[in-house]
Nanobody, 134 residues
Framework: QVQLVESGGGLAQPGGSLRLSCAAS????????IGWFRQPPGKEREGVAL????????YHVDSVKGRFTISRDNAKNTVYLQMNSLIPEDTAVYFC???????????????????????????WGSGTQVTVSS
């Protein structure tokens, strides 16, 4: 059974750091694109970052670029989101999602792939809450 479990959220002060983990079971990452998404209070879910598991290519949305870093450990079937320089606007429930690529692979990590997963993924978990407040 394919399952993704998010962890690592919590309360952080502005300027602080958190590291989120997304542990996968029931499949291996090899041909998957894995994304981090978030849903701020009262808002729609949005994409944050994407990684292509086969080659580690990454994409980060502008609002987190330079502050957040997505990475993966294929041996542990885990994807991470290192979040630094947190601001109150980062407060949200954070989710991860994975999508298998075509036989030719995903190619580059892009906004289009992140958006595709956001709209096509249908097995969202409960996420992990991140609250940035002083």
């Amino acid at each position: 059974q394919v399952q993704l479990v998010e962890s690592g959220g919590g309360l952080a002060q502005p300027g602080g750091s958190l590291r989120l983990s997304c542990a996968a079971s029931g499949f291996t990452f090899d041909n998957y694109a894995i994304g981090w998404f978030r849903q701020p209070p009262g808002k729609e879910r949005e994409g944050v970052a994407l990684i292509i598991a086969s080659d580690g290519d990454t994409y980060h949305v502008d609002s987190v670029k330079g502050r957040f870093t997505i990475s993966r450990d294929n041996a542990k079937n885990t994807v991470y989101l290192q979040m630094n320089s947190l601001i109150p606007e980062d407060t949200a429930v954070y989710f991860c999602a994975a999508q298998a690529g075509p036989a030719t692979g995903w190619g580059r990590a892009t906004a289009n792939v992140l958006s595709y997963i956001l709209h096509e993924y249908g097995s969202w978990g409960s996420g992990t809450q991140v609250t940035v407040s002083s």
